[in-house]
């Protein structure tokens, strides 16, 4: 094995490819399912990454899916391999893995991550566990459940210092409602904020992940595609590779496929602009910007794509129209898929109340979710708590104040 991956590292580099030094673990299924579930070796304990776990175990012995590698985004940068891959997906999951470390390198939106990450979340993995101790698991594991239930609503493009005596955000409306909580939510103590701290950290970890999925897995399909085809694999290996990636490349009935929309839009660019086309657009793209620029009607109709929806008890299409699919792509690509919501009032009523607005653009909230969700925010935040939105196009009112959730129609609020 060691013989094959400095073979195809030699290729890779021998292509252009630029990545850390890399660490492989060769690691059984159960340990390799117990790091996709927490999306990382080292992370604090929750229900939540068991469950997790127990769906990716179910489909792996029921051989309906199957996780081939694991690679983290450090440096050196950690590659985790299937104990049960055979030699041809070794091969193929090593280029893969080489090509998402040039991609984490070279990425403007990788660029502020921490090389040592695994030990900052080892580190934070430890203090939470020594909260447990001191207050309970019960207490802390329902409050990591309240900072998780909102753990997206995050600013990941906004640079401060993620500790509880650094700088408060300033006033106005703002994006990032896990850092306005962890400054100004009035009942906290040291311990809460902290695990706030923690979540937030690791969430702007993990967004750059989120918002160049499509990229990032074209980009690692395109090269472990070029560097395979340059080994010299015997006819059986040739067979059991292409299979491999036929499989890889099947189109789903009901979501995009990351791994053949990007190979595709690659491979598109290359052929119109040039293999160094290719390396410049990797250094500081994104998936609404390779969607946006690069999603042409070609791309579209040998896709096959197109807008649908739930309409009574079946399934239809709606546009075929390469403009309105790629707009549509794009629009559900906005904040990573989740909605945007601006802390509009830390103050309402004169009655130190949350007051939340929802960044209407055309999509509505899930109402069972939204008032699921808000009595979270009210254990966060210690007093009751707004969020307005528009349902049915008019601006209506959520509101929670430790007993049941309420509604109503208002007029726009002006804080």
Request: hydrophobic share 40%; net charge negative.
């Amino acid at each position: 094995m060691e013989k094959v991956i400095d073979e195809i590292m030699a290729k890779a580099e021998e292509l252009g490819l630029d990545f850390y030094e890399m660490r492989f673990e060769i690691c059984p299924a159960e340990i390799l399912y117990t790091f996709g579930a927490c999306g990382m070796p080292t992370r604090f304990s929750h229900w939540s990454f068991g469950k997790a776990f127990q769906r990716i175990k179910k489909e792996y012995d029921y051989n309906l899916s199957r996780i081939y590698e694991l690679v983290i985004n450090s440096d050196p940068c950690y590659a985790f391999l299937l104990q049960d891959n055979t030699l041809v997906e070794n091969k193929l999951v090593v280029a893969h893995v080489l090509a998402h470390c040039d991609f984490f390198k070279n990425n403007a939106y990788f660029a502020l991550t921490p090389p040592d990450k695994l030990s900052d979340m080892e580190a934070s993995a430890v203090r939470i566990r020594e909260y447990e101790s001191r207050y309970g698991r019960d207490e802390v594991e329902a409050f990591l459940d309240a900072v998780l239930s909102i753990k997206e609503h995050i600013d990941p493009h906004r640079l401060v210092k993620n500790t509880t005596t650094g700088k408060p955000p300033p006033a106005g409306p703002q994006k990032d409602l896990l850092l306005y909580i962890m400054h100004h939510a009035h009942y906290l103590e040291d311990w809460q904020r902290d695990i706030i701290g923690i979540i937030r950290d690791e969430m702007l970890y993990f967004w750059p992940l989120m918002e160049t999925k499509i990229t990032n897995e074209g980009w690692a399909t395109f090269w472990h595609l070029r560097i395979i085809r340059s080994l010299d694999l015997s006819e059986k290996e040739v067979v059991e590779f292409a299979k491999m990636h036929a499989g890889l490349l099947q189109p789903s009935r009901w979501q995009l496929n990351p791994y053949l929309v990007g190979l595709r839009i690659w491979q598109d660019i290359e052929k119109r602009y040039g293999r160094e086309a290719l390396f410049e657009l990797r250094s500081y793209t994104n998936d609404l910007s390779l969607i946006r620029n690069y999603l042409n009607e070609d791309l579209v109709q040998e896709l096959d794509l197109y807008v649908y929806a739930n309409i009574g008890q079946e399934w239809r299409v709606l546009d075929r129209s390469w403009q309105n699919v790629r707009d549509t792509i794009v629009n559900n690509l906005v904040n990573c898929g989740h909605p945007v919501i601006y802390m509009e009032d830390g103050n309402f009523n004169n009655r130190g109340e949350l007051y939340l607005r929802h960044a209407y653009e055309g999509a509505e909230l899930d109402i069972d979710y939204l008032e699921n969700t808000l009595p979270f925010v009210y254990k966060l935040w210690g007093r009751p708590v707004h969020l307005e939105t528009v349902v049915d196009e008019k601006v209506t009112l959520f509101s929670y104040q430790g007993e049941r959730v309420s509604r109503r129609f208002v007029k726009v609020h002006q804080p």
